[in-house]
């Protein structure tokens, strides 16, 4: 009897630790692919930003990592889609600032809160703006711009990623700072805007360098200027807007990873210090450069402060501008 017992609690014991393996064996993330949200077309610098990072964090995590391009609204319909998606770290958002800090200002009704419905995971890169031209403008630099486009007013033309993107902002801004016409022209995310540009459809794009420097370096678009305070190491030739007496015309657009509200803290941690590694790598660092952006790594707290501070400064900039997406 007591053998029976015994040969009874010790199958019990081996059934209870078996059941428990497997639960922690499920739980265990990730176990199943994981798929990054891009809220515009293939062909940007977002796009270029998720594609950057999803095969080396494929390898790191053992799981496919899968971008998915879910454009239109401006960045809203991408955005609302992984708001809503189930927080447990297998759907994320590759934002992009001019929508993630921008949108809430522009629309009354974006359908997703920057702060409420996201998780900040880690911040992933950051770019300035080049003033990208057709390659038959008859200008070569922001001076020249500004004289053509005074001489013939009402006549250029300029593309954005969609209304209230930061391409529209920058438009904007410039028109007001230099007092030229020029008529906005708003794509479904940078990559149809380049081809455009490229077909010469449109006349200038304000955009992010990943967008850009591989048609300029061919000569197949003209480089204006960079809205920073120094010159690209990819397209060293295109002068900064302060060297082009605009030096107040400075944009800076930044690129991070965020999760649905309620993902569970060590999942973000997990993914953040895959991501930071990654960053870290040479080659990385290097593809990311080639294109006009740098990798700049921020932590979840530190990118849940940056993403307040930038989304009250753009809201003054937006509000300044009076520019409405709606």
Known sequence: MQRRQWIISATGAAMVLALSQTAQAQGKFPDRPITIVVPSAPGGSTDFTARLIAEPLSRALGQAVVVDNKAGASGNIGNQFVAKAKPDGYTLLLAYSGYQVGNPHLFKKAGWDPIKDFTPVAMLTRAPQVVAARANLPANNLRELVAYAKANPDKLNYASSGNGSIQHIAGELFKQMTGVALTHVPYKGAGPAVQDL?????????????????????????????????????????????????????????????????????????????????????????????????????????????????????????????????
Do not use: C
Request: no cysteine.
């Open 198 to 326: 490229l077909g010469g459809q449109v006349d200038l794009f304000f955009t992010t360098p990943a967008s850009v420097v591989s048609h300029i370096k061919a000569d197949k678009l003209k480089g204006l200027a960079v809205t920073s305070g120094a010159r690209l190491v990819s397209i060293p030739q295109v002068p900064t807007t302060r060297e082009s007496d605009l030096k107040d015309f400075t944009l800076d657009s930044w690129f991070a990873l965020y999760a649905p509200v309620g993902t569970p803290n060590d999942v973000v941690q997990h993914l953040n210090t895959e991501i930071a590694k990654i960053l870290a790598l040479p080659d990385v660092k290097k593809k990311a450069e080639d294109a006009g952006t740098l990798v700049d790594h921020m932590g979840p707290v530190q990118l849940g402060e940056y993403t307040r501070k930038e989304l009250a400064y753009w809201g003054r900039v937006i509000q300044g501008a009076k520019i409405t997406a709606d």
